[in-house]
């Protein structure tokens, strides 16, 4: 049982000032939906398979947006962990290249877990090793790695060398990423920043210089619902060209019989009040 105020359903997001965008909520999967499997979204528009039509929904939203401002690097961020910002990352990039045909690459640049990797058997090569130099660009990519991936949606894994701290690591190769996001934004449609959980105020200038588009992905019943007000400082402070957020693990409301069963009611009794005052006209 959590001992703090978590984040209830979308109502509780109202108080997020409008200029951060909603882009829409996901939701909540039981781990026998899953199957084991990362990426969700499918070829086949199955308008019953509410995993494949949310991520699509935001995933048009998120472009729409982009397009507008011109943006072309997302980073995906949290206030903490297992909060599926992996997941819902990976999910949009998938239908980024599947349904919209872009190009889309993501770095696994969470140092901390290094999640995105992992899911990939942890490749030893990848993005620590560019940064020390000890790699060219080409060699860290990994293309369409995933079994029931697509065309367009590549890989830059985190790479297996040590490193201490991480923040301090990113901030100090920061030329050599600089070097390595331009490259990839004139090979690619759209570069995600699979990023660190944003634990502390310090930690969310990491990525400034790179990422147009910070999207925070918060986690019904899981997030700290106070930790929304640290949203507005961080929009404040002027890190980003744009925030934005998105719900995951929603209950979202379903229209079920008993619902179905009180429109009805509803129906019937506002039409027999009309019949009865008719009756008494007449």
Same mark, same amino acid.
């Given at each position: 049982?959590?001992?703090?105020?978590?984040?209830?359903?979308?109502?509780?997001?109202?108080?997020?000032?409008?200029? &951060?965008?909603?882009?829409?909520? #996901?939701?909540? =999967?039981?781990?026998?939906?899953?199957?084991?499997?990362?990426?969700?979204?499918?070829?086949?528009?199955?308008?019953?398979?509410?995993?494949?039509?949310?991520?699509?929904? %935001?995933?048009?939203?998120?472009?729409?947006?982009?397009?507008?401002?011109?943006?072309?690097?997302?980073?995906?961020?949290?206030?903490?962990?297992?909060?599926?910002? +992996? @997941? +819902?990352?990976?999910?949009?990039?998938?239908?980024?290249?599947?349904?919209?045909?872009?190009?889309?690459?993501?770095?696994?640049?969470?140092?901390?877990?290094?999640?995105?990797?992992?899911? #990939?058997?942890?490749?030893?090569?990848?993005?620590?090793?560019?940064?020390?130099?000890?790699?060219? !660009?080409?060699?860290?990519?990994?293309? !369409?790695?995933?079994?029931?991936?697509?065309?367009? @949606?590549?890989?830059?894994?985190?790479?297996?060398?040590?490193?201490? !701290?991480?923040?301090?690591?990113?901030?100090?190769?920061?030329?050599?990423?600089?070097?390595? #996001?331009?490259?990839?934004?004139?090979?690619?449609?759209?570069?995600?920043?699979?990023?660190?959980?944003?634990?502390?105020?310090?930690?969310?200038? &990491? =990525?400034?210089?790179?990422?147009?588009?910070?999207?925070?992905?918060?986690?019904?019943?899981? +997030?700290?619902?106070?930790?929304?007000?640290?949203?507005?400082?961080?929009?404040?402070?002027?890190?980003?060209?744009?925030?934005?957020?998105?719900? !995951?693990?929603?209950?979202?409301?379903?229209?079920?019989?008993?619902?179905?069963?009180?429109?009805?009611?509803?129906?019937?009794?506002?039409?027999?009040?009309?019949?009865?005052?008719?009756?008494? %006209?007449?």
């Amino acid at each position: 049982m959590k001992t703090y105020p978590t984040i209830k359903g979308e109502n509780d997001l109202e108080p997020v000032p409008a200029h &951060i965008c909603r882009l829409g909520s #996901i939701p909540l =999967a039981a781990k026998r939906e899953l199957k084991s499997e990362y990426l969700v979204v499918r070829e086949k528009d199955n308008r019953k398979d509410k995993h494949n039509k949310e991520f699509r929904r %935001v995933c048009t939203k998120m472009i729409n947006l982009c397009d507008v401002m011109n943006l072309k690097v997302i980073m995906f961020t949290s206030f903490g962990q297992e909060s599926g910002k +992996t @997941f +819902t990352a990976l999910n949009l990039a998938k239908s980024m290249a599947l349904v919209h045909k872009k190009r889309v690459v993501m770095l696994d640049t969470d140092l901390h877990t290094a999640k995105l990797s992992k899911m #990939i058997s942890d490749p030893p090569v990848g993005l620590i090793s560019y940064l020390n130099k000890s790699i060219y !660009n080409e060699k860290i990519l990994l293309y !369409n790695c995933f079994s029931n991936g697509s065309k367009g @949606f590549d890989v830059i894994p985190a790479g297996k060398v040590p490193v201490s !701290n991480p923040s301090d690591f990113l901030t100090q190769k920061e030329d050599r990423l600089k070097e390595l #996001i331009a490259w990839l934004k004139c090979k690619y449609d759209y570069v995600f920043l699979n990023s660190m959980p944003v634990n502390c105020l310090a930690e969310a200038d &990491i =990525a400034d210089n790179y990422a147009g588009l910070a999207v925070f992905v918060l986690r019904e019943n899981h +997030t700290d619902r106070r930790r929304l007000g640290d949203l507005e400082k961080i929009c404040q402070m002027k890190q980003y060209k744009k925030m934005a957020l998105i719900l !995951n693990g929603s209950k979202m409301k379903k229209t079920g019989a008993a619902d179905i069963s009180k429109i009805f009611i509803l129906v019937l009794s506002v039409f027999l009040g009309m019949l009865i005052g008719f009756l008494m %006209v007449v």
